[in-house]
């Protein structure tokens, strides 16, 4: 079973820039995506980025040119690098990882941008 626990959320101004880390406990089997959600107060979950253990990622567009997702197979960790960062930035981030037989995910951390 896999276990996710990300790191890094916080209150940060307006065109200011944050990283969040995950990292993931147990077996990954095969081929597997990591990824970052967010949900903001009174929206659905959402795609922000994702990226699959052979490199290939993918981006909302909302924060396409923004936002960079990568990862480290051998540490198990993926992170997320937002930069330019705008209130409607403003969700609890959480984690996910997809391989062969999980679909786990982090408790979540709150990002804040707010002056």
């Known amino acids: 079973q896999v276990q996710l626990v990300e790191s890094g959320g916080g209150l940060v101004q307006p065109g200011g820039s944050l990283r969040l880390s995950c990292v993931a406990s147990g077996t990954i089997f095969g081929i597997s995506v990591m990824g970052w959600y967010r949900q903001a107060p009174g929206k659905q979950r959402e795609l922000v980025a994702s990226v699959t253990s052979g490199g290939s990622s993918r981006y909302s567009d909302s924060v396409k040119s923004r936002f960079t997702v990568s990862r480290d197979n051998g540490k198990k960790e993926v992170y997320l690098q937002m930069n330019s960062l705008n209130s409607e930035d403003t969700a609890i981030y959480y984690c996910?990882?997809?391989?062969?037989?999980?679909?786990?995910w982090g408790q979540g951390t709150q990002v804040t941008v707010s002056s």
């Open positions: 996910n990882l997809r391989d062969a037989l999980s679909n786990a």
